[in-house]
């Protein structure tokens, strides 16, 4: 019967063995495992991807959006709105996980009301005598604003998957004067005390015009995957500018118009990490 107990014991102490043996093979083939198990990181999972740019070296894409104008664009030039389209590209600076130099290539389009044109031009009449005696005639057409810009850009990750970044952008633009025209009427006071009614007509000197943009904007990206973001963002534009005005009558004259834009723009975009 001992000797049956003792058998029996041996049977088991030489599975166990057996089982452990092929255990801590199994863990040398996969790697290993190190570590108590509360120790070892998640691996993979929806929240344990993607930090964006973080730890990347290059970050390009594009965005495109819908325009508000303010200053000369909206009260002298009767744009209202418009839109926007960019592709930019940026570089990590070395060391540096949060700081990003690159460059970003545009265009504005705005769109030019030739109701709210016509009504800038009476309303000026009114400021400068009694009254115009009739409706402005105009013709006008669309603003097309392209830009080249120098980028910097600071990127912050407050949460896995979310960036938030700040940019400030500095460069060029060139003017794509559009060829308005305009011929109004103002009543003018003479030395008598009567007044006389006097005809104005101008057109824009159409063509390209250099200028320069600054830029400052905020995004916010989240990562949907190891190497793209979806983003959504706000900037804010100045543009100046200069450009010719041709009067014709009373008296023919070249004025030159000094010109600033100022422009907020809500976009939407994509950019990609490597």
Known sequence: MKKILLLFTLAI???????????????????????????????????NLANGIEGKKVCFGFQFGGAVATIDA??????????RANL???GIVPKTKTFCVGVDLGAFYMLTSSKKYAKILSASARDMSEGAS??????????????????FMGNFH????????????????MAMVPGNTA??????????????????????????????IGELGTD????????????????????????NKNWTVPEERTEK??????????????????
């Open 13 to 47: 102490l030489t599975i166990t063995m057996a089982n452990a043996n092929d255990f801590e093979w199994q863990k040398s083939k996969k790697g290993g495992i190190k570590g108590k198990v509360h120790e070892v990181p998640a691996r993979g999972g929806w929240l």
């Open 158 to 173: 407050p949460l896995q998957r979310f960036n938030i970044q700040i940019k400030l952008n500095l460069g060029a633009m």
């Open 220 to 243: 916010l990206l989240y990562a949907m995957s190891a190497h793209s973001e979806v983003k959504f963002g706000v900037d804010w534009s100045y543009l100046r500018f200069s450009y």
């Open 183 to 212: 011929d109004y009427y103002q009543k003018e006071i003479q030395a008598d005390g009567s007044y006389q009614e006097q005809e104005y007509k101008y057109e824009y000197q159409s063509g390209m015009k250099p200028g320069f």
């Open 134 to 151: 009739q409706e402005p005639e105009v013709s006008v057409s669309n603003w097309m604003l392209p830009t080249a810009q120098i980028s």
């Open 74 to 83: 909206n009260k002298v030039e009767a744009c209202n709105i418009g839109g």
């Open 88 to 90: 930019f590209i940026y």
């Open 257 to 274: 118009m000094l010109t600033q834009f100022g422009i907020f723009d809500i976009h939407i975009g994509f950019a990609f990490n490597f």
